[in-house]
């Protein structure tokens, strides 16, 4: 029995987690497969259940070859708050896109190899603590296809060959490179690529990866092992390894020892990405090298030959420093995905680094503690990067927040000592 696909109304089935990160990532993808994100659900931030205008099917199962926030989609041949309402709908539906009548199939069911599956779900509200006796809605449609929710554990850190202490969540990476909307044949860049996960979440997608580290041994796969009862990283721990273990070596560019401070790149549009996480000096310093003139007072000069020292990099100037790159270095359309870490009682929208050549296109916050989170950010450039020293008036106009080396460390370690005392004062009482 062939069923017509021309119906362009289908139910997303989303998975409960990272929930500011789920309608980003399906706006994304869509536009990325030649979609635009319509829903006529005023609650879709927080329902498992949306009911989307997808151009076409092809455009439907493109979309759940990406997501890792959705679980799955169905052609949605009804729905209502009752049976009696479902049945109603399911009545009206055109009948030549149906091509039978309600549910008497014909021919034979065949159980183990299906031609179709059908679906209904229930949707029971948000309140585990609270279930309604009927539910607030049910739907009935045709299953098209599964996300990829199986990367989420395929990709786990905890089976990696190669970790450091910041190593970023593998649900979280792919989640990035949607937003990015990487694709075949793309160039992504991290300036910050410590192990490279997130390089490997855009080489699974086809993208040729490329990077910059400050830390010698970290790109080098060198020194202390990031993992429990393990002194030394072995020979198998660093970047091309980490991409070989999963079959995308062949996207393996290269990753350099630079500093993001002083980007050793001709002038010019290279990449079609950039995503990164950028260190916040909580778990990882916040470092650039430094010159002869830069040394502070107390050292002596350094030899001509010895590689510049290592100073403090203000977040701000960091912040800066990765607008006025991807402003330069993107080609107009490509996309900065990036982390920035906010004390939460301070926060406000304006805070977010903005640059004339880039365009805001999401804000998600991500919770690290009662006073602390951060928010990943997506920008796409519209305009062309002119001159470096014309943007030079926004660091001072607009990046004040994250001005000083450790601003963003004594807040969040503030919170903790005001925690502890709280906690020992109970006690005492």
């Known amino acids: 029995m062939a069923l017509s696909c021309s119906l362009n ?12 990160f789920r309608l980003p990532e399906i706006k994304s993808l869509l536009s990325l497969f030649g979609g635009q994100f319509t829903s006529n659900q005023e609650t879709y931030g927080k329902s498992p259940f949306w009911i989307l205008s997808i151009p076409s099917e092809d ?54 190899k299906p ?40 990709y ?41 996960g997130l390089l490997i979440a ?26 429990k009862n393990q002194k030394w990283r072995g020979p198998d ?10 079959g995308l070596e062949k996207y393996y560019l290269d990753v350099l020892v630079s500093d993001a401070s002083k980007p050793s790149w001709r002038k010019g549009t290279y990449f079609d990405a ?60 490509g996309r900065l995905v990036y982390w920035l870490p906010v004390y939460t009682p301070e926060y406000t929208e304006e805070m977010v680094p903005w640059h004339p050549c880039l365009q805001l296109i999401s804000n998600c916050e991500q919770k690290l503690s009662s006073h602390t989170s951060r928010r990943l950010i997506t920008m796409e450039k519209v305009k062309t990067f002119e001159n470096r020293d014309q943007y030079s008036h926004l660091l001072s106009d607009h990046f004040l927040p994250y001005q000083g080396h450790n601003s963003f460390r004594e807040k969040y370690f503030s919170g903790v000592t005001k925690r502890i005392a709280k906690e020992e004062k109970c006690s005492q009482e």
Not at 146 to 152: A, H, T, V
Not at 158 to 185: P, Q, W, Y
Not at 317 to 330: I, Q, S, Y
């Open 202 to 227: 855009s080489a699974h997608f086809g993208a040729y990866v490329c990077g910059t580290d400050i830390d010698y041994n970290t790109v080098h796969g060198l020194g202390k092992a990031s993992r």
């Open 274 to 333: 950039i995503i990164t996480d950028p260190p916040y000096g909580i778990r990882e310093s916040t470092r650039r090298t430094g010159s002869q003139k830069e040394i502070p007072r107390g050292i002596e000069k350094c030899p001509e030959s010895h590689v510049p020292v290592s100073l403090s990099y203000h977040l701000s100037d960091m912040f800066f420093d990765l607008l006025n790159f991807a402003a330069e270095t993107l080609v107009l359309g």
């Open 59 to 112: 455009i439907a199962r493109n979309l759940m070859k990406r997501t890792v926030c959705a679980k799955s989609i169905f052609e949605l041949w009804g729905h209502g708050k009752s049976p009696e309402e479902l049945y109603s709908s399911l009545k009206n539906y055109p009948a030549e896109k149906m091509a039978l009548e309600f549910l008497p199939f014909e021919g034979k069911v065949n159980l183990k």
């Open 237 to 246: 721990e660093n970047i091309r390894a980490n991409l070989r273990q999963y």
């Open 156 to 196: 786990s850190v905890k089976k990696r060959h190669f970790i450091g202490n910041t190593s970023m969540d593998a649900g979280l990476s792919f989640i990035m490179a949607n937003h990015g909307k990487v694709k075949e044949n793309d160039i992504v860049f991290d300036p910050f690529v410590g192990t490279g």
């Open 9 to 20: 109304r289908y139910l997303l089935l989303l998975a409960q987690e990272h929930l500011e």
């Open 115 to 154: 031609q179709h599956i059908f679906s209904i779900l229930e949707d029971y509200g948000l309140d585990p603590n609270c279930i309604p006796e009927n539910p607030h809605n049910i739907y009935f449609g045709r299953w098209i296809a599964d996300g990829q929710r199986e990367l989420i554990e395929s």
